[in-house]
């Protein structure tokens, strides 16, 4: 008896064995192949006369369980999928630009949460990234109606220029015009948070709320005043702000009602760069005298030559012009946000993973809490790993999911934190 039973425990050892084989962290195959060494096993048990039926019984329960954790598994891996989008009324180019010209009508970025973004025409953006809760989609210039679908641990993020909207379920319209450096946000439905410079404190918005506010002259105004029409004016041109009320928070006091800016001939090279011509904005660039444009011109045309050089493919032009926005205008939020393109364009363009880091350092020195903090530091993490391994990362995966643990990158963080 005493040899039975201890036959029976040797294969119950083995078919335990057998079952880690088959439910192992790895691919649905290993697990299946596991999970038939497993039955197989238990079958050749059914033949010795000697073994308690209450043991095959025990053994074909375990084989279920495993399948039973196959199946669970797996379908917890599809429950933790990215969300995907697409375009309607437009297309995406394999960077991820959308961008919709003056004259066409408005495009959608549908997302399979019941989501959606819808560009407007003269707008520019982008989906940056997407998590199984959420999406950070770019506002570059122009307007966008925002409609975010409200579920469980909801997170979305959407930058416009310096600024930064964060969304859990709402509806609102944002806009950026980039020559202005103004941003808007008309509150539909909901509730957003919205960081940037000149906010101070994150600054939250609530339905029927507008906030203004203007990088040029460091003001902010939230009042309640009604969104434009969608179809009365260019996208990038705002209305002009009503005079202060009662229910107007003007800070710091500035009158945003005073005279603007002599307009300049032709459309400036912000406007070419939200109705996609890049090419244009190059050309004049030549046709001036580079070096000329890199010392005389203002911020915002600065700030366009870089991105019309990126979005062309012209590294050694992007890169003079965004070097130009960080000596010329240091203490600006553009030569924080250069730091970062240049960092970009190192990853990206140039391959050079160690510049690449070290822009992503900068940029999270100059901006620890700047809009594109998250980006920066899930990038290099990535880069990290990439070129010095995973020991090397995890610190910065570990700090990752301090600082942004909802972020799109916060997967990868948590496959490379301890």
Do not use: C
Not at 230 to 250: C, F, H, K, M, Y
Request: aromatic residues 6%.
């Amino acid at each position: 008896m005493s040899d039975t039973r201890s036959g029976a425990a040797r294969r119950l050892e083995k078919m335990g064995e057998l079952m880690r084989d088959a439910t192992p962290p790895a691919s649905l195959q290993q697990h299946l192949e596991g999970r038939a060494r497993l039955i197989a096993s238990v079958e050749k048990m059914r033949k010795p006369a000697r073994v308690r039926p209450a043991l095959v019984a025990f053994a074909f329960a375990a084989a279920v369980a495993a399948s039973v954790l196959v199946l669970t598994r797996v379908r917890s891996g599809r429950e933790g999928t990215p969300l995907a989008w697409h375009v309607e009324n437009g297309a995406a180019s394999t960077q991820g630009y959308v961008s919709i010209p003056p004259t066409a009508p408005s495009a959608r970025l549908v997302f399979d949460d019941g989501s959606d973004v819808a560009l407007a025409p003269g707008s520019r953006g982008r989906v940056a990234a997407t998590t199984p809760v959420g999406a950070e989609v770019v506002l570059e210039q122009g307007r966008a109606r925002v409609h975010v679908q409200h579920r469980d641990h909801t997170r979305w993020l959407v930058d416009a220029g310096p600024f930064a909207v964060r969304v859990t379920g709402t509806e609102f319209l944002v806009a950026w015009a980039a020559d202005a450096e103004t941003l808007d946000v008309w509150m539909r439905s909901g509730r957003v948070e919205v960081t940037g410079p000149v906010l101070g404190d994150a600054l939250s918005l609530s339905t029927g709320q507008h906030l203004r506010a203007r990088l040029h002259d460091g003001t902010v105004q939230i009042d309640g005043a009604p969104e434009p029409p969608e179809a009365s004016q260019p996208t990038g041109a705002i209305n002009p702000p009503p005079a202060p009320t009662d229910s107007t928070l003007v800070v710091p006091g500035v009158d945003l009602t005073g005279p603007t800016a002599p307009g300049l001939t032709g459309p400036t090279w912000s406007k070419l760069v939200s109705s996609g011509d890049f090419a244009r904005v190059v050309r004049e660039a030549d046709a001036e005298g580079v070096g000329h444009a890199l010392a005389s011109r203002p911020l915002g045309d600065l700030r366009a030559l870089g991105d019309a050089a990126r979005y062309s493919g012209n590294v050694t032009l992007a890169k003079r012009a965004y070097s130009a926005v960080r000596t010329r205008f240091a203490s600006s939020g553009d030569a924080r946000t250069a730091a970062f393109l240049l960092g970009r364009i190192a990853e990206e363009q140039e391959h050079s993973n160690a510049d690449a880091a070290r822009w992503y350092d900068t940029y999270l020195a100059e901006a620890p809490g700047g809009a594109f903090a998250g980006d920066a530091l899930g990038r290099k993490m990535v880069l990290v790993s990439k070129s010095q391994g995973r020991d090397a990362a995890r610190p910065l995966a570990t700090r990752y999911l301090q600082r942004f643990p909802g972020g799109p990158y916060a997967a990868a963080a948590r496959d490379l934190a301890p």
